[in-house]
């Protein structure tokens, strides 16, 4: 069975002393029983690059996997103003975000460049987190699944038979992104479906059935069980709820069934 994984991404908020006291009142809620959560599903929290000292310090003992929320893909070099593989690597960063809509359409980042942040991450042991999604106006003329297939194809592309299961997609309608308006559990069901169908039909059924697909997009601790009770939903992608203990407590422990 697939773990579930409950990733909160801080975007671009909190300073160091407000990140400790967040990560505190996040174990105070779900350290003592860590455990049996960990048993069925990760958790990971990806905190802006400047607090991932802080962060990774407030974490030691904890089972709380910790993530970026974006990297470059080369080791090093004249790149100003980014940040390498092997530095989030040197503060045990697990997980690294690729691709999110915010990147896409903010930063303008294109599948190419996604699709080079991928293998780097898998080339650094790191399991990227692959974010698609449409928008309002795809959505709208019906080509949601065209658009999420495509940035799909293209961000895997030359990602290995033996790469591909340390993969996360998060599909993340970027309507429902910071909007309150979320997918249904039915419709974000569906294109998770097809998601894993595309992995199949490129990676054989025993991969795909091993690959993530989380949800995101307005995930929150009334809406989380029904989304990921859903059979082709394994977590969520949490934007704001994720920025306070009391609602991320309640995620980390969405029903799954
Ligand atoms: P949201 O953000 O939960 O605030 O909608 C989700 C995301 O952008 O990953």
Redesign the pocket.
Known sequence: MRKKLI?G?W?MHLVPVEARALIAAIRAEIDHDAAALAKDRDVMVAPPDILIPAVAQALAGSSILLGAQNMHYEDKGAFTGEVSPPMLNAYGVTHV?AG???RRHIFHETDELINRKVLAALKHRMAPIL?VGETQDEHDSGRALDVVLDQLRRGLENVGDDQVTAVAI?Y?PVW?????R?ATPDQAESVHAAIRSAILQRYGPERASAVRIIY?????ADNVDSLVSKPDIDG???????LKADSFARIVRARTR
């Open positions: 990733a991404n975007k975000i999110h809509s915010e974010c998060a993340e429902a992104i910071g909007t309150g979320n995101g997009g307005s995930v929150n969520a992608l949490v934007g704001g709820a994720s």
